[in-house]
């Protein structure tokens, strides 16, 4: 008799889109209602209204219907071809502005080498004392360094 009495409770069966769609309220994961036959918002299901007000049913149906459609414009664009073709167009466009932008952070680095032979030059000549010498080559070294890690970069 105590057998007969025992209630055996099947486990919730996992929905495709279960606690992958997140309520916009409170960011809950959506949990399917077999009844509604959509998602709900687990904390509401879970906590009830106080915990979150959204009781809206995401339909499975119309759910999987744009999903569906979705995937098949995603399939059409890859498909046809342009799309690689912008894909290549953007990063060959990319590649060549990282070129030219390595080209002169190269050329900015031999500028500033050459600057720091000037001013030993204007130290020789006597034009510029030890101190503004120092002061120059510690501007320049620190310059070249970001240089230096912008081309590592």
Same mark, same amino acid.
């Given at each position: ?9 099947t486990?919730?069966? #996992?929905?495709? %889109?279960?606690? *992958?769609?997140?309520?916009?309220e409170?960011?809950?994961?959506m949990?399917?209602?077999a ?9 509401n299901? #879970?906590?009830?209204?106080?915990f979150? *007000?959204?009781? *809206?049913?995401?339909?499975?149906? =119309?759910?999987?219907s744009?999903i ?6 995603? %399939? ?6 342009t799309?690689?073709?912008?894909? !290549? ?11 030219? =932008?390595?080209?002169l952070?190269?050329?900015?680095? =031999?500028?500033c080498?050459k ?6 030059n204007l130290?020789t =000549? ?6 503004d !010498?120092?002061? !120059?080559?510690q501007? !320049?070294?620190? #310059? *070249?360094?970001?240089l ?6």
């Amino acid at each position: 008799m105590m057998a007969n009495r025992t209630r055996t409770s099947t486990a919730p069966q #996992k929905h495709l %889109f279960t606690n *992958v769609l997140y309520c916009e309220e409170c960011n809950k994961g959506m949990w399917y209602k077999a009844n509604q036959k959509g998602y709900r918002c687990g904390g509401n299901i #879970k906590h009830g209204s106080y915990f979150c *007000v959204n009781k *809206v049913a995401v339909r499975e149906k =119309e759910l999987k219907s744009l999903i569906l459609g979705d995937l098949r414009k995603l %399939f059409n664009t890859l498909n046809n071809g342009t799309f690689m073709e912008t894909m !290549l167009s953007k990063l060959n466009s990319k590649r060549q502005s990282m070129q030219k =932008e390595l080209k002169l952070t190269t050329k900015e680095i =031999e500028i500033c080498r050459k600057q720091k032979l000037e001013h030993v030059n204007l130290y020789t =000549e006597g034009i510029i004392n030890k101190e503004d !010498l120092i002061e !120059l080559k510690q501007m !320049l070294d620190a #310059k *070249v360094e970001s240089l230096l890690i912008k081309k590592t970069n």
